[in-house]
């Protein structure tokens, strides 16, 4: 890729384009910024409630993953066929992806697990754009913690991602268990999510 002085740059792809001005843009103190389907967006981070079922997942995941993988918040994450950078609530990926290839994002296809909680922001991408992204890339395990679902709060656990689609492993709403299979072994509290 070649960048020339001023607003123009030679890229050999679309998404190498689109990673350049990525990395470029300039986000608003609060916000993240992200690639849907090749369009730059930018959203607010979600309210105090959001974050506090975040925590509540990470901390159930610390106590089954394997010391060499790491759980991250906000770590951006390339699905380059679909032209997508998509930044998770938590992305659990081995902690060796963070060394190899790009200083700004891993490969999707590294996350053992993603998580996304919605919010008016993002609910519509959580619910399908990410979705298909994820399974193309074959992450084992998409986590959608939904509180804005129609019908109430609810949390689907999709998994086996097959010709880029995922299996519905689990649906419930909030107070249902959710087990998440191996490689993690664990049940989640959801009941927890109601309070945050």
């Not at 060394?99 to 999707?108: C, E, K, L, N, Y």
């Amino acid at each position: 890729m070649d960048v020339f002085e001023g607003d123009y740059i030679s890229a050999d792809s679309e998404w190498d384009e689109l990673a350049w001005v990525w990395r470029q843009t300039d986000v608003p103190k609060g916000c993240k910024v992200e690639i849907i389907d090749g369009l730059i967006t930018v959203t607010p981070y979600s309210a105090c409630a959001h974050h506090g079922i975040v925590e509540r997942v990470q901390r159930y995941l610390y106590e089954v993953i394997p010391e060499e993988w790491g759980i991250y918040q906000r770590l951006a994450t390339a699905v380059p066929s679909r032209l997508g950078l998509y930044v998770p609530d938590l992305a659990v990926v081995p902690k060796d992806a963070l060394r190899t290839g790009d200083d700004h994002f891993v490969p999707a296809a590294a996350s053992q697990l993603a998580v996304e909680v919605t919010s008016k922001a993002t609910a519509n991408n959580d619910r399908t754009t990410k979705a298909a992204g994820y399974a193309e890339s074959g992450v084992p395990l998409y986590l959608l913690i939904d509180p804005l679902a129609s019908g109430g709060p609810k949390i689907t656990l999709y998994g086996e991602p097959k010709n880029g689609v995922y299996r519905v492993l689990r649906t419930g709403k909030f107070g249902d268990p959710v087990i998440l299979p191996p490689p993690f072994h664990i049940t989640l509290d959801t009941g927890e999510f109601r309070g945050s």
